[in-house]
Nanobody, 117 residues
Framework: QVHLVESGGGLVQAGGSLRLSCAAS????????MGWYRQPPGKQRELVAA???????NYADSVKNRFTISRDNAKNTVNLQMNSLKPEDTAVYYC???????????WGQGTQVTVSS
């Protein structure tokens, strides 16, 4: 069983920065891809950023040039550096992991990010 635990959320003013971290219970090298999703109030969950084991990136257009995803295989973590935050970035942010050779997907419990104007 895989457990993902997010941390680093909080309240920040517009223009500020936050760094989210997702710690996995096992080796993240077993995951084909990992990513961050978010769910704003009253809206559907959406992809924010993802990174594959080969280092390929994918970002939502709304966060390009502001957010950076990275993975640290030695620490079994995936991080999301969020800069120039906007009120519309307010959401619950979820870590996601997809193992190789499996249709399963794993989710963390989520961490709240609130950006005040």
């Amino acid at each position: 069983q895989v457990h993902l635990v997010e941390s680093g959320g909080g309240l920040v003013q517009a223009g500020g920065s936050l760094r989210l971290s997702c710690a996995a219970s096992g080796s993240i090298s077993s995951f084909n891809s990992m990513g961050w999703y978010r769910q704003p109030p009253g809206k559907q969950r959406e992809l924010v950023a993802a990174i594959t084991s080969g280092g390929a990136y994918n970002y939502a257009d709304s966060v390009k040039n502001r957010f950076t995803i990275s993975r640290d295989n030695a620490k079994n973590t995936v991080n999301l550096q969020m800069n120039s935050l906007k009120p519309e970035d307010t959401a619950v942010y979820y870590c996601n992991a997809n193992p190789f050779f499996s249709t399963r997907t794993y989710w963390g419990q989520g961490t709240q990010v609130t950006v005040s104007s």
